[in-house]
């Protein structure tokens, strides 16, 4: 508590600005890297190179690997965020504008909620939960909806459906975070998880035959810049400052950032990259928000944080 007492407010407030403005603007970095480079072989790059530093990082400090069981858990959990999740979210930001995709995702405890009810049993429903329900229902149908005179183009459905399942895939990555063997230490586990989920991703990439055009010369200044910031700033400067603020702030307070990185998602989407900011997009991000707001702040568990994503990107 003393510690708490004397930390300098500086730090608190740089580690919240880094959760909620670079893990928000990582969705349009994905964007422009996916316009060059296959998207499953992108995010293997990100991935491999993130999760070898934190996991060198750890051993250098003398921290035990891995025992061969929590290797599995960690292949399974990376199967389920890094190839379903990530690899279908960078799959869709070639069909779908950044900051909608940021949107689409946070509808992650919309489905933590419905698997709450559903299958594990474990949340009864209420009035103030189905309402919360069926508005992040609506607000991802307002996106997708091609009969509401809205304006602007609505989301590409393959690319809504990829999002879709890449929620759903990490909620139940979510759910299986808190029974399986898992590393004590947070930055081994996800080094680890991370380190897992690049070599998935790139054997992934390989089946698709992702390898077989792809020019390392011909991809611009811009893209490998793109890469160099998921990597740098979105998993790993990002990860270290959610690290450290679970360790120093309320869950609650840490949490907040899965509301404001669509927002940040939106709007950088459109001042940075061009993206449209039409009544639909507004609509639509306002709902899901409302949405995951009710039903983080009604007892359902939150999705278990075990990487910086976030929720996010």
Do not use: C
């Not at 779908?96 to 489905?111: R, W």
């Not at 702030?249 to 927002?263: D, F, L, M």
């Amino acid at each position: 508590m003393e510690a708490k007492t004397h930390r300098p407010r500086w730090k608190t407030l740089l580690a919240f600005a880094i959760i909620y403005f670079v893990w928000g603007s990582t969705f349009l970095a994905i964007r422009v890297g996916v316009r060059e480079v296959p998207p499953f072989l992108l995010a293997a790059m990100r991935f491999l190179v993130a999760g070898l530093v934190l996991y060198g990082w750890m051993i250098a400090q003398g921290e035990r690997s891995p025992s061969g069981r929590q290797w599995m858990s960690a292949f399974l959990l990376a199967l389920l965020i890094f190839v379903l999740d990530y690899g279908l979210l960078f799959w869709a930001e070639q069909r779908v504008p950044s900051g909608i995709a940021a949107v689409m995702m946070a509808t992650i405890p919309v489905f933590m909620a419905l698997a709450e009810i559903i299958l594990l049993r474990t949340q009864r429903v209420t009035v103030r939960l189905a309402l919360a329900l069926l508005i992040g229902i609506g607000g991802v149908a307002v996106l997708m909806s091609h009969s509401l005179n809205l304006g602007g183009t609505p989301i590409d459905r393959a690319g809504a459906v990829a999002l879709i399942i890449a929620s759903m895939s990490w909620s139940v990555s979510s759910t299986l975070t808190r029974k399986l063997p898992l590393p004590p230490s947070k930055v081994m586990s996800s080094g680890a998880q991370m380190l897992a989920g690049g070599v998935l991703l790139a054997l992934t990439a390989a089946a698709l035959g992702e390898f077989r055009n792809f020019r390392p010369w011909t991809v611009s200044r811009g893209a490998w810049l793109a890469l160099l910031y998921l990597i740098v700033a979105g998993s790993i400067i990002g990860f270290t400052a959610y690290v450290w603020l679970i360790h120093h702030e309320s869950p609650t307070k840490v949490g907040t950032y899965a509301y404001v990185n669509p927002v940040v998602a939106v709007l950088v989407g459109y001042f940075l990259g061009g993206e449209t900011l039409g009544l639909r997009t507004i609509l639509g991000t306002l709902f899901v928000l409302i949405s995951v707001v009710v039903i983080t702040t009604t007892g359902v568990k939150k999705p278990v944080a075990t990487l910086a994503v976030e929720d996010t990107a």
